[in-house]
């Protein structure tokens, strides 16, 4: 169902508003009517299409879905692993993001932001995966780690590698993904466990 234009800037506003509040000071001092006011609109309006404060930052990761279809369309003219397509799109977008990212770590809005991400990815994945097992192993368990890898991969590039490339980072979660763990990661020995 197609929403209205007025409901869509209205819903545009309030997360471009909530972003630069985010931006301006800990999640945590951010209330229903600094945002209403920031994306200059009513608490009535507010409420008429979100729950609370954290209801809107994780819908407002919605938008990430264009971003993972268009994507998944360029990767498929370039293909790596067929189930994961859409993930580079998604690492750019994160790159543009990144001082939105920083701003908010160890906040509760972080954690937030971080499980929509995820959620989103996971939604978009799972419209493209095959129902039933694969190999003997439950769907779910597969998209969740596809989705678990790509913010595990993501959160390191954010916090240590900045320099890296979106399509360099995007070439790491796929190795991972389609090799597991690299051969030779853990030692032979038992012993070393115990050093």
């Known amino acids: 169902m197609a929403i209205d234009r007025r409901v869509h800037r209205t819903r545009q506003a309030l997360y471009d508003a909530v972003v630069r509040l985010m931006l301006e000071r800990p999640y945590e001092e951010i209330a229903v009517p600094d945002i209403a006011a920031e994306a200059r609109v009513g608490r009535s309006t507010f409420y008429a299409q979100f729950r609370s404060k954290d209801d809107l930052v994780a819908r407002s990761l919605e938008?990430?879905?264009?971003?993972?279809?268009?994507?998944?369309?360029?990767?498929?003219?370039?293909?790596?692993?067929?189930?994961?397509?859409?993930?580079?799109?998604?690492?750019?977008?994160?790159?543009e993001y990144r001082p939105l990212l920083t701003a908010i770590e160890g906040m509760a809005g972080h954690a937030i932001v971080l499980d929509a991400i995820r959620c989103e990815l996971?939604?978009?994945?799972?419209?493209?995966?095959?129902?039933?097992?694969?190999?003997?192993?439950?769907?779910?368990?597969?998209?969740?780690?596809?989705?678990?890898?790509?913010?595990?991969?993501?959160?390191?590039?954010?916090?240590?590698?900045?320099?890296?490339?979106?399509?360099?980072?995007?070439?790491?979660?796929?190795?991972?993904?389609?090799?597991?763990?690299?051969?030779?990661?853990?030692?032979?020995?038992?012993?070393?466990?115990a050093a």
Not at 70 to 77: D, F, K, P, S, T
Not at 158 to 178: C, K, M, N, Y
Request: hydrophobic share 40%; aromatic share 10%.
């Open 63 to 95: 938008r990430l879905r264009p971003v993972l279809q268009v994507g998944r369309e360029a990767q498929l003219r370039n293909p790596r692993i067929e189930s994961c397509q859409g993930t580079l799109g998604l690492l750019r977008h994160m790159k």
């Open 122 to 193: 996971a939604r978009f994945l799972g419209a493209y995966a095959r129902q039933g097992a694969h190999r003997g192993m439950p769907r779910k368990l597969v998209l969740d780690f596809i989705t678990g890898t790509f913010m595990s991969v993501a959160m390191w590039w954010l916090s240590e590698q900045s320099e890296t490339s979106p399509e360099e980072v995007d070439a790491i979660f796929h190795r991972l993904v389609g090799s597991g763990i690299p051969a030779g990661f853990f030692f032979d020995d038992p012993r070393k466990f």
